[in-house]
Nanobody, 124 residues
Framework: QVQLVESGGGSVQAGGSLRLSCAASGRTFSNYHMGWFRQAPGKEREFVAAIVWSGGTTYYADSVKGRFTISRDNAKNTVYLQMNNLKPEDTAVYSC?????????????????WGQGTQVTVSS
């Protein structure tokens, strides 16, 4: 089992940047493919970005492509989400998630472990 703790959320104006971190503890972090998801009030959880265990392959939702970058540092047991040019529609609780096999995916139901989430608020 792996425990996940997100940090780095906050309030920014449109056009600003934030970097979210997700620190993992427990099992070997490099065994896990990681994803970032978000959920806005009254909306379903949606996929944001994902990265395979090695960091060699990444996936992005169309809505964040070109603005967000997912990365990981297996030596630090941490996955990051760099968010640039933030928009009000990016406002949500952002959560990281982990799964073992077979690869990273965009489907939240296929992730076994979740962090508690961190709030991101973007004002216009």
């Amino acid at each position: 089992q792996v425990q996940l703790v997100e940090s780095g959320g906050g309030s920014v104006q449109a056009g600003g940047s934030l970097r979210l971190s997700c620190a993992a503890s427990g099992r070997t972090f490099s065994n896990y493919h990681m994803g970032w998801f978000r959920q806005a009030p009254g909306k379903e959880r949606e996929f944001v970005a994902a990265i395979v265990w090695s960091g060699g392959t990444t996936y992005y939702a169309d809505s964040v492509k070109g603005r967000f970058t997912i990365s990981r540092d297996n030596a630090k047991n941490t996955v990051y989400l760099q968010m640039n040019n933030l928009k009000p529609e990016d406002t949500a609780v952002y959560s990281c998630a982990a799964r073992v096999f077979p690869t990273a995916t965009t489907r939240p139901t296929q992730y076994s472990y979740w962090g508690q989430g961190t709030q991101v608020t973007v004002s216009s």
